[in-house]
């Protein structure tokens, strides 16, 4: 009996040793995995940062004054000699009457890349 009870004592403290050395082990990998995300929220932190302020200047772009000023001396007004005036029933029966959708020949098609390159033939 005395026997029995070392081998015991011996099984029961190296299950104790080593499931004392496993808690440690996992609370150092929570230990790096919460460095890693601490690492990340501050990434994440600079790049929402640098989002907003790419919307602000994207904002401030497409104001209608700035758009004016950006193309200021570049786009003008077409000339008469080049401007063609189109009527509504001659936009309709090369349009068709719904959107999406053009007239070739008596029949209207969807307008899909197949349809477009047919009608261009």
Request: with cysteine; glycine share 10%; proline share 2%.
């Amino acid at each position: 009996m005395r026997r029995n009870q070392i081998v015991f004592s011996l099984v029961a403290f190296l299950l104790i040793g080593f499931g004392a050395i496993g808690i440690v082990w996992m609370r150092l990998g929570i230990s790096d995995i919460a460095a890693e995300c601490a690492v990340l929220e501050d990434e994440r932190e600079v790049l929402l940062r640098e989002v907003q302020e790419l919307r602000g200047q994207r904002s401030w772009a497409m104001r209608p004054s700035v758009l004016a000023s950006m193309v200021e001396g570049r786009l003008k007004m077409g000339v008469p000699e080049r401007t063609i005036h189109v009527s509504r029933k001659e936009m309709l029966s090369r349009v068709g009457g719904k959107r999406g959708q053009f007239v070739v020949g008596d029949r209207q098609e969807l307008a899909g890349m197949n349809s477009l390159n047919q009608a261009g033939r």
